[in-house]
């Protein structure tokens, strides 16, 4: 008993630099970016082993500039960096003496990148860290993966996969825990066919070398190992979704290795956006970038990293060493942090409201209200209570236009503790959002059953809609096959969802997938009150066991959303 304490003690100290860091920098930097094709590119062209070194034998990175690295990073608000030690397609970025196939001894380059970093995030206090793929490695003959190998230069029946596993993978962890300096965290990749045995010893010999050192979850396809939880690649969790703490890895445009070909972007806006939209859900940013063959991190990366890094200078109290929003759903417009008796408003521009924010369910007395760019602004603050349905209003004067850039942050201070109404409560412009995570499921015959009591706090008409996240090669119809029941009120609607709206400038929801809205009907409460509603779909389905190390269901069941008509 007092062992695992002991260790749940152990795991809270080391994670809380972490905690309070809430936004680093992914760098995803290999022999691959020479081909500007991302980081997959020898397994989708099946680039031969022998070719694949004479790549290696022209990369030559010569404008690489550690310190410009980490200041882009410290620019950018980030408080680690994450880089590919190596990818896989085996080839390690630092001076590795445990296999020859690295950038020192098989390239003209001469130098050690992660020494110069290394070098470089000590004198600027980042954290570095590295991202190791310990079981794809498509150099190696004897790597092996459950699904994705190098079948195209080596057989599968000959491979013997402890002389990987025990020289190479274990070396070259040792060697980056051993020559570089405390590492802040070791991000492992795609554990797929890797027994329960070899993660924990891979866990084990991490913590002899350094025991500060935190290790994210895909060290293993087995659940809760490590010290957090990795999301699937560009996944945001729903409220609530995570037991542990938790990190969403993240692209800029749709790549992880630079891409010539790639040009989809994601807006500075949508970046504030979410990055505070993550925090407020609990978790963390990884935000990648990938340099150049030369070693330049892309302008159109850097110009963005920038104004996120001027966003942050200016708001960063309502961003470290914060915690989430005590709401369990999702606002419509923007997120919130909490900091002692402080709650912060991250009121999103596209979404400011006219006139007066309305936020209900909170509970405390508002002492004061500022802009937290300008603390001497003093916001008229309105509360009220209705006895009858237990419900609390704030109403929050605004200036007609946002003062900040993006987001506009407006600091509550409170009478004390914050103490909000836990339950699924109608917002502001009379949505009820209700995720799938926080409902009870049961399962049964193919067909599921999730079941939630909400708040209304007016009679009217609702409009009943799915949200779905749709992956981009998926078949809609495939998925929603059949038809779908909601039940609230004492009335039921059925229909088979269809793709009626695609919301264009989800939060949440990014490549590969997209947001989708379904409406299934209308229905009519008819006198404020809590309310039953249960909907029934095969998508209805509790979270899966394990975790899911990328996203692969075709299409995601997220919340049904209740919107006042009338
Ligand atoms: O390092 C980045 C990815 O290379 C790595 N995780 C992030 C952080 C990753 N490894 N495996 N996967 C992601 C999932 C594999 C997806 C695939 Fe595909 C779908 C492999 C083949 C089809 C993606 C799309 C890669 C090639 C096409």
Redesign the pocket.
Known sequence: MADSLDIVTESKSRMQWWKDAKFGMFI?WGVYSLLGKG??VMY?NKIPVKEYEKLAEEFNPTQFDAKAWVHCAKRAGMKYIVITAK??DGFAMYHSRTDPFNIVDASPFGRDPLKELSEACREEGIRLCFYYSHVIDWHHPHALHDT?NNLWDYELEKKAFFRYWNHKAKGQVRELLTEYGPVGLLWF??SGGLSKKESEAMVNMIRGLQPDCLINSRVSHWPDFGDYQSKG?NEIPMHGEETREWET?MTLNQS?GYSTKDQVWKSTDALIRKLVHIISKGGNLLLNVGPTETGIIPEKSTLRLEEVGEWLARNGEAVYGTSASPFPYELEWGAVTVKGDTLFLHVYNRYWPAEELVLNGVRNTVKKAYMLTDPSTCHHVHQSYQPETDHHEMRIRLPELPPEDHVSVIALELDGRIDVDQGFIQQANGAVKLDLVLSEITTGNGMNEARWTFKAASSGIYEVNLVNFKKSDAVWEQEYDHEVTVRAAGQTIACIPREDKVVSHSISCQHPYTEIHSSIGRIVIENPGTYALTLSSKLAKPKPFGPEI?QAAAVKLRSVRLVQAL
Do not use: G, V
């Open positions: 995803h980081e997959w989708a990818h896989h994705f990749d795609t690649d890895p992880w990328w």
